[in-house]
Structure formats: C-alpha cells, structure tokens
C-alpha cells in the first residue's frame, strides 16, 4: 500500500466513466505511474471500489477510494468498509464528494476512522465555508471543488481564483497542517500551476484526463509546469 507522502500531488478521480472502469481502469493507473516514474511527481488514484484490489495489486503509486460509508464492520449491506477498502491496497479515500455527498457527522466519523486507521483523508468542500468546518475535522486534506465547475472544462484556478485563495487562507488560519488541493475543469500544466500559485497544494481531477485522446500525454502536460 503507498502512501501519499508529499506534494505537491495530482489526485485523478476515475469517477464511474467507463474509459477509467475494470481493464481501462488499470490501463490508466499503469499510465499514471508511468507519468509519475517518468517526472517524479505524486500521482495518485482513485478507482471504483471494485477496480482497488487488482489496481493496487499492480501499481506502486497510492490508491485512494472515492467514498467510505461511516459503518463499522457488521450488517451495512451494500455499504463501503473502511477496513475493507485499506486490505484491498487503498492508502486513503475522498471523503464527501459533491456526487457523493455526506452529512457533517458522518463526515466526522469517516475522517476519524481514516486517520486511526493510518490513511489518507482528503475531505471535499464546494466553498470557502464549507472548506473551514471540513479543517475544524483536521483531515489530511480539503479539496475545494465549486460544483459548477466539475465536467466543465472550466479550470477553478483561473474562473474563481478567489474561492481557492480564500481557502487556502481560512484554512491556514484554522489548522496549517491542512492541505488544500482545488479540482474541477482542471485539465492542462497551466491550471496546474495556477492552482499551485493560489497556494493549493495539489489538485484534484478527472474528466481532463480521462476523456483526452491521449491520457498519457495530457497528464504529462498536466504536470509540465512544476
Ligand atoms: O474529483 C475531481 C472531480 O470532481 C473534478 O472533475 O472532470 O472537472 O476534473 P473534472
């Protein structure tokens, strides 16, 4: 299981497109770690829950799923298990993202068992608001990601800076050892690097990857800047 140990870091969210599901899940993880060997930037991934075993089987970048289920073991049919994401090779989870949302004590809850539990936690907000009760929580990160903005195409970075400034601010101010990433409409090394100059520490992202003609030339691009 690899950690996530340092940033800056891109987090590629395969969602549930079918261009990053079961075999061209593990295509695009394999492309990732290429990425990573090839320019020594953190990339991690995070697949579907039924794609982690096999993907962190192969892989020596970290896993992250993209939802737990605030549960302990026991009868939680159909739930998500902590403790069964982390056998399965997952080093941490998106907690709370905005096609996956959570209420504040689960929210709580899911974030304290991850971190017991040695693993990453990467809690997702929709504003600045919304990114300081996520740091009161002390994750691992806060990944701001305007809803608007997902699938969009539009960069974050460069349509409302403001929103990433101002969490990187507020949560600074609450808790330093907080990470921020921002994510959505990011797509090239000049979101990137927008995101990076507006103090984020990483970026989250899917579509921008996924759906390129060439994943593999797109994430290099993505990561070209830093
Ligand atoms: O988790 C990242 C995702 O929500 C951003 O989506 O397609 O705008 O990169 P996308």
């Known amino acids: 299981m690899k950690q996530i140990t340092r940033t800056p870091i891109v987090i590629l969210n395969f969602k549930t497109y079918l261009e990053s599901t079961g075999a061209r899940a593990m295509k695009l993880a394999k492309v990732s770690e290429e990425v990573a060997d090839e320019t020594g930037m953190n990339i991690a991934v995070s697949p579907q829950q039924a794609d982690i075993w096999r993907i962190a089987e192969e892989v020596n970048i970290p896993v992250l799923a993209q939802h737990v289920d605030p549960v302990d073991a026991g009868g939680h049919t159909g739930s998500v298990l902590l403790e069964a994401v982390k056998e399965a090779g997952a080093s941490g989870t998106l907690i ?131």
């Open 96 to 226: 709370n993202h905005s096609e996956q949302r959570m209420k504040l004590a689960d929210i709580d809850a899911v974030v304290k068992k991850t971190v017991k539990a040695g693993m990453a936690s990467v809690v997702c907000t929709n504003n600045v608001e919304t990114s300081a009760a996520a740091a009161t929580l002390k994750p691992d990160f806060v990944a701001i990601e305007p809803p608007q903005l997902i699938g969009s195409g539009i960069p974050v970075s460069k349509a409302e800076p403001e929103v990433v400034e101002g969490t990187v601010d507020v949560i600074h101010g609450i808790d330093p050892d907080v990470k921020v990433l921002c994510g959505a409409g990011i797509s090239t090394g000049e979101d990137m690097k927008a995101a990076l100059d507006l103090g984020a520490d990483g970026v989250l992202l899917a579509s921008g990857i996924i759906l390129a003609d060439d994943p593999k030339k797109a994430l290099l691009d993505l990561v070209s800047r830093i």
